[in-house]
């Protein structure tokens, strides 16, 4: 990605007492975002977390997704799009609620 990109970073939390269905995640709450966001991002990731940093631990995050835009004016015009159908979808998967934090990118090798 390149520098000045923004990114938003949606991370679910882990834990023996954390719901998280990924199978409904990837089937159906990715069309949902996919719909929402067809036009408005450059690129995006899920990753579903496998592993702390000690061998064998909990990984901190059952899944974290990544999504990129070209700024931050294209982030703000694209919220409106996920409020309705891909927030009110997230109860359908998850116990918890997702921490999220929007960064610049600053270097990318």
Request: proline share 4%.
């Amino acid at each position: 990605m390149k520098k000045g990109y923004i990114k938003a970073s949606i991370l679910f939390q882990g834990g023996e007492d954390e719901i998280f269905d990924m199978d409904y995640f990837l089937d159906k709450h990715v069309s949902l975002m996919n719909k929402a966001l067809e036009n408005s991002i450059k690129h995006f990731t899920i990753e579903k977390g496998i592993s702390g940093g000690a061998p064998g631990s909990m990984a901190p995050y059952i899944a974290i997704v990544e999504i990129y835009f070209s700024g931050m004016e294209m982030l703000n015009n694209t919220l409106p799009l996920l409020v309705n159908d891909v927030v009110s979808d997230i109860k359908n998967f998850t116990s918890g609620r997702p921490l999220i934090q929007i960064s610049e990118i600053r270097y990318n090798a």
